[in-house]
């Protein structure tokens, strides 16, 4: 009996050692062995990372070239020299302009040259300068130019317009038979000026503008063909 209670205590003994080892699944990560990983061409791994759309090539070849020339009447007949005066609630100038085709017959560029002749009381309150400030003023002219064209889907004008007092302005408008109007804004406010044909050689240009503070200036001028 005593040897068959030794051999007992032995089974029990080897049955808790057992019983005590984790089973295959509960084994720590590190205890098993690494998958191998079949390796990726370089250029798999990296679209695996980082996939790569497609460029779209599919699109209509009429899409992706530039809008016909500028060939339209108005166009034809705007580009040339110009000269003449403006009469305005601010006071009298000189104006000289020249209107140009240019960047593949896309667009018009308009060189512009004002000089005051006169500035009225109303002008001195309107800039808020005294007679002295005004007159000396008046002997640098005022320059500016601008690109116009039309937009290829809707026929609007569009411009652009950069001046001598570090002004940046953005016009839309419309042409109507012989009469373009654009609506400008930018740092000095907002103005509408129009351009009317009066015949081959003659244009009627008015404007009225409409500064931050509320204070308007308009006028108008009639500039004749130079060249």
């Known amino acids: 009996m005593k040897q068959l209670?030794?051999?007992l205590m032995v089974l029990a003994f080897f049955a808790q050692v057992l019983l005590a080892q984790p089973e295959k699944s509960e084994m720590p990560q590190?205890?098993?062995?690494?998958?191998?990983?079949?390796?990726?061409?370089?250029?798999k791994a990296a679209d695996k990372k980082m996939p790569m759309q497609e460029m779209k090539t599919d699109a209509p070849a009429e899409e992706m070239a530039p809008p016909a020339p500028l060939n339209d009447p108005w166009t034809k007949w705007i580009v040339g020299e110009w000269e003449g005066e403006t009469k305005s609630n601010g006071g009298n100038s000189k104006e000289w302009m020249k209107i140009e085709i240019?960047?593949?017959?896309?667009?018009?560029?308009?060189?512009?040259?004002?000089?005051?002749?006169?500035?009225?009381?109303?002008?001195?309150?309107?800039?808020?300068?005294?007679?002295?400030?005004?007159?000396?003023?008046?002997?640098?002219?005022?320059?500016?130019?601008?690109?116009?064209?039309?937009?290829p889907k809707t026929g609007e004008t569009i411009g652009y317009w950069f001046d001598s007092w570090r002004g940046a302005y953005q016009g839309r408008g419309k042409l109507e038979g012989s009469k373009e109007t654009v609506?400008?804004?930018?740092?000095?406010?907002?103005?509408?000026?129009?351009?009317?044909?009066?015949?081959?050689?003659?244009?009627?240009?008015?404007?009225?503008?409409?500064?931050?503070?509320?204070?308007?200036?308009?006028?108008?001028?009639?500039?004749?063909?130079?060249?």
């Open 102 to 151: 240019a960047l593949g017959d896309q667009f018009c560029v308009m060189h512009l040259k004002s000089t005051m002749t006169s500035i009225s009381d109303e002008g001195l309150k309107m800039w808020n300068m005294t007679r002295e400030h005004a007159e000396e003023m008046m002997k640098t002219p005022y320059q500016g130019m601008g690109l116009l064209t039309f937009d």
């Open 5 to 7: 209670s030794i051999v």
């Open 183 to 227: 609506n400008w804004s930018g740092p000095m406010g907002t103005s509408v000026r129009t351009t009317e044909k009066l015949n081959e050689n003659e244009m009627r240009m008015t404007f009225k503008e409409t500064m931050p503070n509320g204070i308007v200036a308009e006028g108008s001028g009639v500039m004749r063909r130079k060249k």
């Open 30 to 43: 590190k205890d098993k062995p690494a998958k191998e990983e079949k390796a990726m061409p370089q250029d």
